[in-house]
Each structure stands twice: as C-alpha cells, then as structure tokens.
C-alpha cells in the first residue's frame, strides 16, 4: 500500500510564502513523477507543477517564477516552494505521483488528501 501525506498549507498574507511537502510511504519500487495540483472553489483541479525523477519540471504558467517544485528522490518527497502569493493561489493544493509499487505490475496514480492554502490579508 502506498501513502501520500502532504504538510504546510495555511493561511498567508498576499506576498508571503509557503513550503508544501509531500512524502510517499509504503511499498514504493519507483516513483516516476511527481506533482502538485490544485483545486479552488467552483474551479476544475489544476496542475501546478510537475518534476521526473531525472528532475525535469513542468511549472504552469500561471505561477511561473514565483513557485518551485523539487524533489528527494532519497526521502521519497517532493516540494512546492511558493513565493509571491497571490488572492487567487487560494485552494486546496494535492500532491500526486506516478508510482510502481510491489506487487503491481504498471505504474498507477496515487493521490494525498489535500492542504488548504488561504492567501488573505
């Protein structure tokens, strides 16, 4: 079984910043990509950003320049670097990541819970 536990959302003022974690656990082969998405109020899920495992990232352009995704490939965690926030990076951001697990035989999606993310003075 494979986890997805994201931590450090919370409520900032607009030009602040916040670090999003999200560590995977359990029987983890390999972790092709991983990810962050996000979803507000009334608005589809988004992605946010995305890095391989040879750290090749995708960052939409919405929040190009002022987010960072990275990742551990040791401590099977992946980073969200958010700098600049803005009233309308409001939402509940989820982690995901690609995973070949044991006893899987293709890589699947795995999702985390979800962390609130409220930029508001």
């Known amino acids: 079984q494979v986890q997805l536990v994201e931590s450090g959302g919370g409520l900032v003022q607009p030009g602040g910043s916040l670090r999003l974690s999200c560590a995977a656990s359990?029987?983890?082969?390999?972790?092709?990509?991983m990810a962050w998405y996000r979803q507000a109020p009334g608005k589809q899920r988004e992605l946010v950003a995305r890095?391989?495992?040879?750290?090749?990232?995708n960052i939409a352009e919405s929040v190009k320049g002022r987010f960072t995704i990275s990742r551990d490939n040791d401590k099977n965690t992946v980073y969200l670097q958010m700098n600049s926030l803005k009233p309308e990076d409001t939402a509940v951001y989820y982690c995901?990541?690609?995973?070949?697990?044991?006893?899987?035989?293709?890589?699947?999606?795995?999702w985390g819970q979800g962390t609130q993310v409220t930029v508001s003075s």
């Open positions: 995901n990541a690609q995973i070949w697990a044991v006893f899987r035989t293709t890589v699947n999606d795995y």
């Open positions: 359990g029987s983890i082969i390999s972790i092709i990509v």
């Open positions: 890095i391989t495992k040879d750290d090749a990232t």
